[in-house]
Structures are given as structure tokens and as C-alpha cells.
């Protein structure tokens, strides 16, 4: 009962190879570069880092916009909807905007103005994430570290561990893990056969284990990415299974760097923190975000919290570390942003972001809807703002170009978040309600 | 002439090693270590970055912070004059912070609201730096990368370039680039008898050499990080220089990474551009900032120019890499830094700020005079916002200590700028009017 057409008619460009699409070989790209160097004079004779080397296709978002800009000029009259990258779409409320302005304008009088702050945030904001987001968390204001997004504080953590470090990754999640940890140089060699790189450690999460890895056959690594509600698969870890995997760190003396981007989405009684588990502090990092929480992709705000308790095997405090490379390779989140930041925590604010959160909620069903009439089987949606649609035996880059090019309508296919989201594609439900219903009445009518 | 007086009198809290304060040997903070490991409980088995390890000192600024806070302890009714962290001070011309109110409040309408902007930066904004910054320069619009600041893409060149790199850098120079080399493991190990690293060439810069290196007996390096006008010396590099510099780079295969984020103080016809030296492209990248410009040190915004030209060894564009990085490491500048952004560029705007870099070029002079008439030589100040003061014989942890005890006034010690800074204090002319003349008349009463 799946879309299925036959691929004649639907063949994408760049589909020849729709596992790795853009991929070139690195001997193609020589060649190419030898004839530059002939043609356009001086090169330097700096050698290209071999990490850059290593990182396969584009990232897959600009990837993914470099496609929607062919589609767009193909069908010019086209409406197209853009379910992919998961970017918020609801005006922020006035509370937040207008703490912004009046912080702006501030900056204009004498007593208003502020120039560089301290570095790991203005300690009001620290103290509020404290006390908002980790109530009875056991957190401090001196273990939350502001910044411009977990992306950012992805790539600083990266540098804070260095490339010996060893690494464990969901499978699929977020590609930033995987893309920073190749940039440091953790990852190793790319193996073709499997679509992994070699040092890696891949963490199947799919329907048969409950999205949650089997631990019992997880080799040890140092670092454990994990993210709850995960992106792309919209699950989150329950209580037990977050249980699980910090006991599990404990014993293996690994760090969890939990990304908890998504917490504000869970709907059930799943931790919103894994600092809600009883010994986490001593285990685990986890990074945060206003982006999908407030409407502040653009705005740019996140947070990190690196708990005293957590150590280095020497007994050095992680904290102490991180906070010099805040102070070395940040300087701060914007002031305006920060700003914004403390009014989305107030009572108010905080209020009237619920109520976009659920009407991003709303919207997910209307798409889990949609697939489901299809036949099809869908995941996530309850607990993050991402549908999981399962598309056994196919290829996702083949059914994300069978959808863009069928109901104009744009997702992510799964193969992008690593090996084990090939045979699904990520639906996001940010957009605005008219777009959810008319993707819903284009994906129904495909089996007309 | 200068100031002297007896060092019982006057140590300070850490005076002990004046040279590298709260530096601990590893020795020490393993001992420690193991007792905490002792009393605590719980240590990963997580070993601890070896570059982390490395890296001496506090990062400088935050290490003058807690000198400035133990001071304030001490001297609870003393009013403190801050003329250490280069921090601006003025308000923001209101032009430009009521674009970024008015961004800040479109948010919070369905028309004017905006998620994600592209991870380059909002292209006017691009375009308006190409040809306002760079105007007939040759730039072009998509070589400029916006980012939040310099600090930020410092370190972001560093993940790109990688640990095999050999880098260069101005002595004495802005700490960022040494301490982003050390996390990153291109700097070796640190001489204690030089007070340098191993792998790093240090390029003196000082009076005799009219603050430019003696590029004859330097040494070839991947990359030479090179800041004009000089942070801390307050010294633009000549026109000539420049393309002695520009050669002598294109000679070596070496890339250049331009720092000129005070370009706006340049008063005299020194270029504000690396990119004014004819070839300049092929061989360096640029980074520069509205922190100083536009008094956005907190409002954090800045970009880089890495030009079409610029390739690795094997003709490789390096902007490409430099693409992905910023994809994968960074997730765009705030769309409201950037609205305050384009205001800046705007003909208003940058009138309004011209008016601001004068002030501050006043109260440069006005620190000039006074350390002059204490029998000092002074260079910087009419270039940048900074005086470079010249202790001779002294250690300048020493004569910042017995300043900020004696006159309640902060500067930066040279040494923290590199061992060729040893012998001299930074004194920043930001400020309002009021502190410059106070500062001014109790370092002269120093001499009665």
C-alpha cells in the first residue's frame, strides 16, 4: 500500500547514486582540482585537512535546499510545502519580542548599554534555566552555560574532546554528531558496505527495540551521543530506559552528551532532562536549546549543563574545561537574544509558548494522519514535533523525490541521519495549519 | 621616569610567578586530582584532552576579571577605572538598534517572522559588506561568511586547518589564535625557558622593528595569523608592509588569516584590507568584526572573507571547506545582530558610528598625554583604540599590579599578550570622557 512508481518517470536528478547523493570520489575531485591548479595559477601549499577529506555528501540540509531550488525552477507555478527542515514557523509572542526590542533599544542610552558579557551567560538567564527548566533538577546556575545553540556547542564539546576520543552515536539521529566528530578526527575511515564510519559506534533505534539501543551488545565507548525526543525518529527515551543508559555509562565510565532540543515537545511522562535520573550529574552533559522551544532558530539561543560532579578519569572536573573553551573559541550569545531568552522563562511567557507548542502538536497529527491512511506505519509525532514514516524495502532519497516531485511537498529522507533511517523519512510538523492540511490532501489523493 | 616601587609593598595576590599566574604544574592538579577522586566518588574513565592540558593560565581577559573582583573586595569604596578588556562603551546610534527592535518585534507577526536564515548569513547583509566594507576590493558577495564574531571563527579556522598546521603569529598578538592552536594540537609543547610554544613561530613585533616582522628570518609556516591593527601594539601595518607581507606569503604557499577587526580606527592611510593588496586573494582570508565598529561586542556579530582564489596544495577552494564548516559548526548569526547589521552599513549608520570612533580617538589621546608626561613611551592609540606602554626592564604583571593598587585603574598586562609583550601594558581608550580624565590625573599624581 506504499507510494511506488515506476522509476523511469521519477528519476531525480543526482539519483544515480540516491544512497550518497553528491558523493564524488576523492579521485575525481583531484583530477578536477589538478586542472584548476593548471588553469587558475597560484595554490597554496597548504594541505587540505584530512578530516575535511572525510566528510561525505553535503550536509544534508543546504543539501536538501540545493534540491528544493532545482524543484522550485523545474514546476515554477508549483506550491510547494517545505516538511523538511525542521525550522519553526509561529510568530514568537510579544512578551519574548518585545523584551528583545526594549533590550535593543537600551543600547541606544547611557544606562542601557552593555557591551561583552560574561562569557558563559548573564548569570539572570543562567539562574532562570536553573530554576525554570531544571525546578528540583538538582541544577546549578554555575553548571548551565548560555550559548547561540546546540549546533555551536556540538562542534566547541568536539573540540573540548579532541580527536581520541571514542564515540557512540543513535542510529539514525541528528548528522551533527557525526559530522563534528569526523571534523575532530574521531571517526576514521568510511566503510561503503555499511554506510559507517569505521571508529563509530552505531546505536540501532528502530520499532523492534522501542527506538532504544540494545546495551546489552553496545561496545564501550568514552562519548555517547543521545538525544531524547530524538531527531529524526520523534521518540523519546522513557524513565527506564534513561535508567538504563546512565547506569550503563556509569559502568562503563563513559560521558552521555544528551541533547535535549526537544524536551518541551513530550506530551507523556518521559524525562524532559536526564538530569531527572538519579546519578546522571556524574555522568552526563546535556545540551539545550530556545530554537524549537520558543521559536528561536533565527534568534539564535541554547544552553549547555556541565555538571561538578562530572570527571575526567584523572578527577579533573569536565565543567573546568569546558568553561575555557566557552572563554576561548565564544564570546557570549547575544545580549538581545539572551534577553528573550529570560522573558520565554517568565510565567507569561513561558505560557504562551505552550500554546504554540501545541499547535505544533495538532499539526502532527494531521500529517500522522495522512501516512496512516496511506497504510502506512508512523512513528514519533506524540513527543517531538517529527513524524517517522516507515517505508519498508525502499530507498528514502527515492521516496523524498517521489513525494517533492508527486505533491510538492518536501521531507527528509531518513538515510540522512545515518545507515539505520534508510526505509523512512522524517515529516516535520512546523508550518502553518492551511500547509499541514493541504500536504495531507495532496498525500492522500497520490493514491487515487 | 618610570614607575617603580618597592615590590613589598606591593605584591599582589599571586604575584609569586608574575609571569604565568594560577599557572599549576600538571603535578600539582593530578595530586589534587587523585584526592578528589578519593573523597567524590565517581570519575569517568574518560581521559582528559592532552591540548586542554596544555594550555598555561587562565584565558587573559577572565584571569584580569578575577584580579579586578579580589581588587574590588579590598577596596570596597575605591572607584575602579576599567581600561583593561577592550570593551566599548558608547551607545549604539539609535538608527541601528531601532532596526533591531524592529526585527526583534516583526517576529512576532506571521509576516515578518523568520526561523533559520542561511548558515552564511542573510545575503543583503553579505552583499552590503562586500560593497560598503570592500567596495571596490574585489570582493564579492558570497565569499563573506557572517558570524558572530571574530573570537568564533577564529576558532572555527582552527577546526578547519586542523592539527597538522603550522601557524605563525604576531609577539606580542591577541591570545585567541595561540590558545585555539594549542586545542586544537598544532602547538607542541610550551618552553618555559622561552615562554613560548614549540611549533608556533612567534614573529616579534616591537619599536625597533617598526612593529612588523623581519619576514627574512622567519620561517615558513601553513598559516600566519596576523592582526592589523595590532591587538595589542594598537599598530596598522603600512601599505608597503602589507604587500611585503602578501608576498612573502605567496612565496611560501602560506595562507594568511587577516584580523582587522579594528580597521575602523585606522586614521592614516594604512589599508583597512589585507584585500587591498593586490594578490592578497590567493593567498589570505580575513576576519573582522562589529564588535569595535559598532559597539556589538554584546550584541555579537562579525564575518569572514574567504575568497574564490584561496586553495590547498592540491587546488582544493578552501571557501568550500570553509562552507562546511560553518554549516556543521554554526547555524547562522542572529537574524536581529544581522538587521543591526545592515543599519551599520547603512549611510546614516555609518556616519553616526564614525562619530563614535572619534570619541574614542580623543580619549586615546587623552591617555597618550598622560603617560607621556610621566616620562613613558607610548606607542598604538591612532590606529586603534589602544596605547601600548612601555615598561622597560619591568614585568608587566608587576606594573599592572601597582596600577590597579595605586590608581584603581585596570589595564592588561603585555605578557599575557606573548613573551614579547613583557615590558609593556595595554591601555584601551574605551571609555566615557569622564574616566579617561580621572584615570589620566591619577596616574600623573603617581609622580608627586
Known amino acids: 500500500m506504499y507510494l511506488h512508481l515506476p522509476s523511469s518517470r521519477f528519476r531525480m536528478p543526482h539519483a544515480a547514486s540516491?544512497?550518497?547523493?553528491?558523493?564524488?570520489?576523492?579521485?575525481?575531485?583531484?583530477?578536477?582540482?589538478?586542472?584548476?591548479?593548471a588553469r587558475l595559477g597560484h595554490c597554496t601549499k597548504v594541505p587540505r585537512n584530512v578530516n575535511m577529506e572525510s566528510l561525505k555528501n553535503g550536509y544534508l540540509f543546504p543539501e536538501i535546499s540545493i534540491r528544493e531550488a532545482e524543484h522550485a525552477e523545474k514546476y515554477p507555478h508549483a506550491k510547494l510545502i517545505k516538511l523538511g527542515i525542521g525550522d519553526t514557523t509561529r510568530p514568537i509572542p510579544h512578551i519574548i519580542t518585545s523584551a528583545m526590542a526594549q533590550k535593543a533599544l537600551a543600547l541606544s542610552t547611557d544606562a542601557g548599554y552593555t557591551g561583552y558579557g560574561d562569557e558563559q551567560g548573564n548569570k539572570d538567564l543562567r539562574e532562570a534555566i536553573a530554576n525554570v527548566v531544571y525546578k528540583d533538577k538538582g541544577v546549578e546556575w554555575d553548571e548551565v552555560f548560555v550559548s547561540d545553540g546546540a549546533q555551536g556547542d556540538i562542534s566547541r564539546l568536539q573540540m573540548l574532546l579532541g580527536s581520541g576520543m571514542t564515540i557512540a552515536v543513535q542510529d539514525p539521529t541528528f548528522p551533527a554528531y557525526v559530522d563534528s566528530s569526523i571534523i575532530v578526527g574521531q571517526a576514521g575511515k568510511f566503510q561503503e558496505e555499511t554506510g559507517k564510519f569505521q571508529n563509530i559506534v552505531y546505536m540501532r533505534c528502530c520499532p523492534w527495540n522501542d527506538f532504544f539501543p540494545d546495551l546489552a551488545t553496545?561496545?564501550?565507548?568514552?562519548?555517547?551521543?543521545?538525544?531524547?525526543?530524538?531527531?529524526?525518529?520523534?521518540?523519546?527515551?522513557?524513565?527506564p530506559q534513561l535508567e538504563r543508559l546512565v547506569e550503563f555509562a556509569k559502568a562503563n565510565g563513559s560521558i552521555i552528551v544528551h541533547d535535549s532540543a526537544y524536551?518541551?515537545?513530550?506530551?507523556?511522562?518521559?524525562?524532559?532532562?536526564?538530569?531527572e535520573i538519579p546519578g546522571a550529574k556524574e555522568v552526563a552533559i546535556e545540551i539545550s536549546s530556545f530554537s524549537k522551544f520558543a521559536g528561536f532558530t533565527g534568534v539564535r539561543l541554547g544552553w549547555a549543563v556541565v555538571p561538578k560532579e562530572l570527571k575526567y578519569s584523572n578527577g579533573f572536573p569536565v565543567r573546568k574545561d569546558f568553561n575555557r573553551i566557552m572563554c576561548t573559541c565564544f564570546n557570549g550569545a547575544s545580549s538581545i537574544s539572551q534577553a528573550g531568552g529570560l522573558a520565554c522563562l517568565s510565567a507569561d511567557g513561558y505560557q504562551a509558548l505552550c500554546r504554540s507548542i501545541d499547535y505544533?502538536?495538532?499539526?502532527?497529527?494531521?500529517?500522522?494522519?495522512?501516512?496512516?491512511?496511506?497504510?502506512?506505519?508512523?512513528?514519533?509525532?506524540?513527543?517531538?514535533?517529527?513524524?517517522?514514516?516507515?517505508?519498508?524495502?525502499?530507498?528514502?532519497?527515492?521516496?523524498?523525490?517521489?513525494?517533492?516531485?508527486?505533491?510538492?511537498?518536501?521531507?527528509?529522507?531518513?538515510?540522512?541521519?545515518?545507515p539505520g533511517g534508510e526505509g523512512y523519512i522524517r515529516v516535520s510538523a512546523f508550518g502553518s495549519r492551511e500547509c499541514m492540511l493541504e500536504a495531507s490532501r495532496r498525500l492522500k489523493s497520490l493514491l487515487k
Chains 1, 2 share one sequence.
Open 360 to 418: 505544533y502538536h495538532e499539526n502532527a497529527d494531521i500529517i500522522i494522519d495522512a501516512f496512516t491512511s496511506l497504510g502506512l506505519k508512523v512513528y514519533g509525532g506524540k513527543n517531538a514535533p517529527y513524524a517517522w514514516v516507515q517505508f519498508p524495502g525502499r530507498s528514502s532519497w527515492e521516496v523524498f523525490n517521489e513525494i517533492l516531485e508527486r505533491a510538492h511537498v518536501v521531507t527528509v529522507p531518513g538515510a540522512g541521519f545515518g
Open 263 to 275: 524536551a518541551s515537545y513530550i506530551s507523556d511522562d518521559s524525562p524532559r532532562s536526564i538530569f
Open 18 to 37: 540516491s544512497r550518497h547523493p553528491r558523493l564524488y570520489s576523492s579521485r575525481v575531485i583531484c583530477s578536477v582540482a589538478l586542472e584548476h591548479k
Open 218 to 239: 553496545t561496545p564501550r565507548t568514552d562519548v555517547i551521543f543521545f538525544c531524547s525526543p530524538n531527531n529524526p525518529t520523534g521518540t523519546a527515551a522513557s524513565r
